[in-house]
């Protein structure tokens, strides 16, 4: 199991899960007064590279935090664009499927080796 398919903190006090692996109701007792967004199911990818990638097709979930509100989501996903800027999040699409056969998404396609601000505890 990949976490980044799984369960992505996106910004404190929020998160989005994966309802094929994580049971809402069965969250460790720090996460229940987490808001949590439910993911929708990964839109279908009518995608040559995508046929060469092993990953789930839940790296659809794999995003990447820019601050509280960016968040960058692959652009052949348009029911999660939708929930999350329903959930207040800005949503900015960019086509990243030729990094699947790489073995994931945005997350894991990142390493943040630097960043600006203060250290922030979620829990």
Same mark, same amino acid.
């Given at each position: 199991? $990949? @976490?980044?398919?799984? *369960?992505?903190?996106?910004?404190? /006090? ?5 309802? &094929?692996? @994580? ?6 007792? @720090?996460?229940?007064? %987490?808001?949590?967004? @439910? ?7 009518? +995608?040559?590279?995508?046929?060469? !990638?092993?990953? !789930?097709?839940?790296? !659809? ?6 601050? $509280?509100?960016?968040?960058?989501? &692959?652009? !052949?996903?348009?029911?999660? $664009?939708?929930? =999350?800027? +329903? %959930? /207040? *999040? &800005?949503? #900015?699409?960019?086509? *990243?499927? /030729?990094?699947?056969? *790489? ?7 990142? =390493?943040?080796?630097?960043? $600006?601000?203060? #250290? &922030?505890?979620?829990?």
């Amino acid at each position: 199991m $990949h @976490i980044d398919t799984t *369960f992505v903190p996106l910004a404190p /006090g929020k998160v989005l899960v994966n309802p &094929e692996f @994580i049971d809402v109701d069965r969250l460790p007792p @720090i996460l229940k007064r %987490w808001d949590v967004l @439910i993911a929708p199911r990964p839109d279908p990818v009518d +995608d040559p590279m995508a046929k060469f !990638s092993m990953c !789930s097709p839940w790296t !659809s979930i794999n995003v990447l935090m820019l601050d $509280h509100r960016r968040v960058v989501v &692959e652009a !052949s996903q348009p029911m999660l $664009h939708r929930a =999350l800027r +329903d %959930w /207040g *999040f &800005e949503p #900015l699409a960019l086509p *990243f499927l /030729g990094y699947g056969p *790489f073995g994931g998404a945005f997350h894991c396609a990142t =390493l943040d080796t630097r960043r $600006h601000g203060g #250290l &922030e505890h979620y829990f």
